[in-house]
């Protein structure tokens, strides 16, 4: 048997109407902050990806679907959204209009990353872009609009951390002195940390190995290393979130897996997912586009791991009994195929959601499939309804049943 690769799913059929749940509420809370949705190609120029998510990065370092095409050009299946949104700004003028400009997306994103619950090498994410504001107002509505959404798609308990990792000159200033106190302490660090040392310090705060976690207990904090524009901005962000009741914790070892963030950064966790605890996460880039080739454009928003949203929602149980129904199911025990057609072409032009069977299958089956798909009603037409020009309509959870005449089979009459 041929199987699916390692690390991708197939979303069955049982399933799918959970995405289409999701996929209905990212569209609405969108629009409610009047967001408008951007699709770009599944694979970009391998440089897009490795000139903004950093060369020193997990994601660019070890993650990446690389490959090169026919006419030797290189190419990568895109691993974050992000950079190539900001591409396709810069390449489509987006950003020339005037204003800001306020973007959502939704699609499969491709990590070569360990499989594991929660983690996949195909995996699927929603999220927003709010391009060419510098100022904390835009922070607040992205949080705001990511904090509106979990909520209307009924998760309630998770923890919103921040911190901010200030602008270029505070992030630079913090580099230095976070190096002296990481290199008096080197005999202490973990082998990984050793590594990034020289080539991405900020990332060691992220670290997960215990004895880097006791030596940052004592480790410099960014947060107190920022000068007057960073804090300016984070208090800004702050206040506002305290004013909406949007509660938070600060988490000043909060730096993010990518190299493009400036001033806030943020991540949604949740205890329901073990190990890969964070569902989402973002922040503000102002230094992307230019590092892309563009103009300089500060911007921010996040993303959502749809397939961890999903596996929060079924550990609460949400989906329970939703699986998606019909309206009627027609036992069908006749031969007049021309009456029987033309009714159900009619009740079909009425917008009833029907089926009937296709197997021949006998009247108990055929009750019985009923059953199976959660029809609300159940209607029979035999030889015996056809000549007196009648049906019979059971209501599958009361078990009442009544006649109706081919002339009354309206939608008030089937469906109440
Ligand atoms: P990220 O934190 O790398 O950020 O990914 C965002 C979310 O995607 C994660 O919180 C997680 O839920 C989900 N995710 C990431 N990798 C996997 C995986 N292998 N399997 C399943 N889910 C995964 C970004 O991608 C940034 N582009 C977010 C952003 C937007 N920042 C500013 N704007």
Redesign the pocket.
């Known amino acids: 048997m041929i199987k699916t690769p390692r690390?991708t799913k197939d979303i069955l059929p049982e399933e799918t109407f959970k995405w289409q749940y999701l996929e209905s509420k990212f569209k609405e809370i969108t629009a409610l902050f009047s967001y408008k949705e951007i699709r770009t190609p599944i694979f970009e120029l391998t440089e897009v990806f490795s000139r903004s998510i950093g060369e020193a990065t997990d994601?660019v370092n070890k993650?990446m679907y690389t490959f090169n095409d026919r006419s030797d050009t290189s190419l990568t299946l895109r691993?974050?959204?992000?950079?190539a949104?900001v591409r396709a700004a810069i390449e489509n003028s987006i950003t020339n209009t005037g204003g800001v400009q306020k973007l959502w997306y939704f699609g499969p994103?491709f990590?070569y990353?360990r499989?594991q619950k929660?983690?996949?090498?195909q995996?699927?994410?929603f999220?927003?872009?709010c391009l060419s504001s510098p100022y904390p107002e835009s922070d607040i509505e992205?949080i705001q609009l990511a904090d509106k959404l979990i909520h209307e798609i009924g998760i309630f308990e998770y923890t919103l951390f921040i911190n901010s990792i200030g602008n270029k000159i505070s992030r630079e200033n913090y580099n230095k002195i976070l190096i002296e106190f990481l290199q008096d302490n080197k005999d202490k660090l973990s082998e990984t940390s050793l590594e990034r040392l020289d080539k991405n310090p900020l990332r060691i705060l992220d670290s997960k190995a215990p004895e880097d976690i006791q030596l940052l207990e004592n480790a410099p904090k960014i947060s107190e290393n920022l000068d007057d524009e960073s804090n300016n901005h984070y208090g800004k962000v702050k206040e506002a979130l305290n004013q909406l009741g949007i509660s938070y914790k600060e988490n000043f070892k909060l730096v993010?897996?990518?190299d493009?963030?400036s001033h806030t950064v943020f991540?949604?966790q949740s205890n329901h997912l073990g190990a890969?605890d964070?569902?989402?996460?973002?922040?503000?880039?102002n230094e992307l586009f230019s590092q892309l080739g563009g103009k300089d454009i500060p911007?921010?928003?996040?993303?959502?791991?749809?397939?961890?949203?999903l596996l929060i929602l079924d550990s609460i149980n949400k989906f329970d009994g939703l699986n998606e129904e019909i309206d009627l199911y027609i036992v069908k025990q006749t031969s007049n195929n021309e009456i029987f057609y033309n009714l159900v072409k009619n009740l079909r032009n009425q917008n009833i959601k029907l089926s009937y069977d296709l197997l021949n299958k006998s009247m108990k089956s055929q009750f019985k499939d009923a059953d199976k798909l959660g029809a609300k009603k159940c209607m029979v037409i035999g030889e015996n309804e056809i000549e007196k020009g009648i049906v019979s309509l059971k209501d599958m959870k009361t078990g009442i049943q009544k006649e109706l005449k081919f002339e009354d089979l309206t939608t008030t009459e089937i469906l109440n």
Do not use: D, K, N
């Open positions: 690390g994601i993650e691993p974050e959204m992000t950079a949104l994103f990590r990353e499989p929660g983690r996949f090498r995996f699927h994410q999220g927003v872009e992205v993010r897996g990518l493009y963030y991540e949604f890969q964070s569902f989402g996460g973002g922040g503000r880039y911007a921010v928003g996040f993303a959502m791991g749809v397939e961890r949203l």
